[in-house]
């Protein structure tokens, strides 16, 4: 089946930092790849939709000068947590699909830690 | 895009039939649905996919009812390793409109 890798799994940072997290379609090509964040105890929230070779969409609230994403290839997506602050912390994830399939291929997540 | 409304939870025993119902009334024509399975700390992991009727895996069971208003998906002889929060979700396939909110889902705590 389509793999997703997503890294790093885990990260702390300090506060004011930026971090990057990637995703990865191993054996495929993702046209679209999905990023979502999940605070404890709670739902998966969309906060943009990446295509390859366009800006991202990003969904009502989400300040995309701070939550940077870049979809250079059909292959990587990125997501870059500027200047992170402790209300950052999150569980990161993010998901792939390949053209007219419904089906999102998730990646295992990244757990951030803001200090 | 369709709203989906499930438990918050449910508890069940090893060996036992599960059933988790979401109601999804706003349902489009072209709407499918799909369920995911999420452990902690993990992505969401496909589990099945349905438009009507019935669908069946190596996994689990879905049943779709004729006015698709509804869905039940069905884990025969749940495990231990079944705890997990289930998530249905609607968006329609053809046109690339897909499902991507997600709801409160169902926390299945399996015991034994």
């Known amino acids: 089946g389509a793999v997703v890798s997503q890294h790093p799994s885990w990260v702390i940072c300090k506060s004011g930092t930026s971090v990057k997290i990637e995703c990865r379609s191993l054996?495929?090509?993702?046209?679209?790849m999905f990023w979502y964040r999940q605070f404890p105890k709670q739902s998966l929230m969309l906060m943009a939709t990446?295509?390859?070779?366009?800006?991202?969409?990003?969904e009502q609230g989400v300040e995309k000068d701070k939550f940077l994403i870049n979809h250079a290839s059909l292959t990587l997506s990125t997501l870059t947590v500027t200047s992170a602050h402790p209300e950052d912390s999150s569980f990161y994830i993010c998901?792939?699909?390949?053209?007219?399939?419904?089906?999102?291929?998730f990646g295992a997540g990244t757990r951030l830690s803001v200090l | 895009l369709a709203k989906t409304t499930q438990p918050i939870s449910m508890d069940s025993y090893e060996g036992q039939e599960v059933n988790i119902t979401c109601s999804h009334n706003?349902?489009?024509?072209?709407?499918?649905i799909t369920w995911y399975q999420q452990f902690p700390s993990q992505g969401p992991r496909f589990i099945i996919q349905?438009?009507?009727t019935k669908v069946t895996n190596e996994v689990a069971s879905l049943f779709i009812p004729a006015d698709r208003k509804s869905s039940t998906l069905s884990l025969p002889r749940v495990s231990l390793s079944d705890t997990a929060v289930y998530y249905c979700?609607?968006?329609?396939?053809?046109?690339?409109?897909?499902?991507?909110?997600f709801g409160s889902g169902t926390r299945l705590q399996v015991q034994p």
């Open positions: 054996d495929f090509q993702a046209t679209t």
């Open positions: 979700l609607v968006g329609d396939r053809n046109t690339g409109r897909r499902a991507l909110t």
């Open positions: 706003n349902i489009a024509t072209n709407d499918y």
């Open positions: 990446s295509n390859e070779g366009s800006k991202a969409t990003y």
């Open positions: 349905g438009y009507k």
């Open positions: 998901s792939a699909t390949t053209g007219p399939s419904y089906e999102q291929y």
